[in-house]
């Protein structure tokens, strides 16, 4: 059923909006937000996210690159531009949100965001998107560390989204080389984290970015979200996390077809911070 959905969704325009995408104004990326939003017309999508990032952590490759009101003018002045040939939502993708709360808070008050993505790339000294996260460790104490750090973003951060909950994947294929992962020995610790998404009312993100990089489909798995409709999960969101015009919305018919399988009938999408749901 999964497949067909997808086969199907392939031959239709990509009306679901793509909220989980980076542009120039991210250090990763030379993307100019008018070719992003340019991509997202061509695919047929009503709305788009710009998420760049904010990395406050000293040990992160982007520490000191973002300027916010560089950033606000530059996505304001494309929006503009657009013309409302594809609505232009302004956001940010905040890494390690629990861990600098006042930092975030700070941008935040200074300007009327759409969406905030909380995520995690660092857990202490390991970067999570590396083999050398899982040095000195056990496959599952690198997991129960990471589960850990992740429950604590999902508890105590402002964010909108959970965006790639399943980040780990990246060293895991780094380190193990494997492209999917059975979660139900850390059922329990997943739960925690689905858990608290759901109590607080924010989105999971079904991520698209494993697929093209030859780690395997979007995640998390339809396992993965069918433990967070169980404990109460109601917003999912698309994201494909491009840093090219290209990927924008890629592989948007797989990611669909597993929220469908997982029981979810809406994908969403935040606008000035509040989630509004586009049935299928």
């Known amino acids: 059923m999964v497949s067909l959905f997808c086969d199907l969704w392939?031959?239709?325009?990509?009306?679901?909006?793509?909220?989980?995408v980076h542009t120039c104004f991210s250090f990763d990326s030379q993307a100019l937000p008018e070719a992003v939003c340019q991509a997202a017309i061509d695919r047929g999508m009503p709305e788009i996210a710009l998420t760049d990032h904010v990395?406050?952590?000293?040990?992160?490759?982007?520490y000191g690159h973002f300027r916010p009101q560089e950033q606000w003018e530059g996505l304001v002045n494309c929006r503009a531009r657009m013309n409302?040939?594809?609505?232009?939502?302004i956001g940010l993708e905040c890494g390690e949100p629990h861990l600098f709360r006042e930092g975030l808070s700070a941008i935040l008050s200074a300007r009327p965001y759409d969406v905030v993505l909380g995520s995690i790339h660092w857990v202490g000294h390991r970067p999570v998107e590396t083999a050398g996260f899982f040095n000195g460790l056990e496959?599952?104490?690198?997991?129960?560390l990471y589960l850990d750090e992740l429950a604590r973003l999902?508890?105590?951060?402002?964010?909108?989204?959970?965006?790639?909950?399943d980040i780990i994947r990246r060293a895991i294929f780094h380190r193990f080389g494997w492209t999917e992962v059975d979660w139900t020995p850390y059922e329990a610790p997943m739960r925690r984290v689905l858990r608290a998404v759901a109590e607080r009312g924010k989105a999971l993100?079904?991520?698209t970015s494993y697929r093209r990089r030859g780690m395997g489909p979007p995640g998390p798995s339809v396992q993965v979200l069918?433990?967070?409709?169980?404990?109460?999960?109601?917003?999912?969101?698309?994201?494909?996390?491009?840093?090219?015009?290209?990927?924008?919305?890629?592989?948007f018919g797989e990611a669909l077809a597993m929220v469908r399988a997982a029981g979810f009938e809406a994908i969403t999408v935040f606008r000035q911070r509040r989630p509004y749901e586009i049935r299928f």
Do not use: C, K, Q
């Not at 409302?84 to 939502?89: D, I, K, L």
């Open 84 to 89: 409302g040939r594809v609505r232009v939502h």
């Open 154 to 165: 999902a508890e105590e951060a402002d964010y909108d989204i959970l965006a790639h909950p």
């Open 205 to 207: 993100e079904v991520n």
């Open 226 to 251: 069918r433990w967070f409709r169980e404990e109460g999960g109601r917003f999912v969101t698309l994201g494909s996390d491009a840093h090219r015009p290209e990927d924008v919305g890629a592989d």
């Open 10 to 20: 392939y031959n239709f325009p990509l009306m679901i909006p793509d909220s989980h």
């Open 139 to 144: 496959f599952g104490e690198g997991i129960a």
């Open 55 to 62: 990395d406050m952590n000293p040990l992160d490759g982007g």
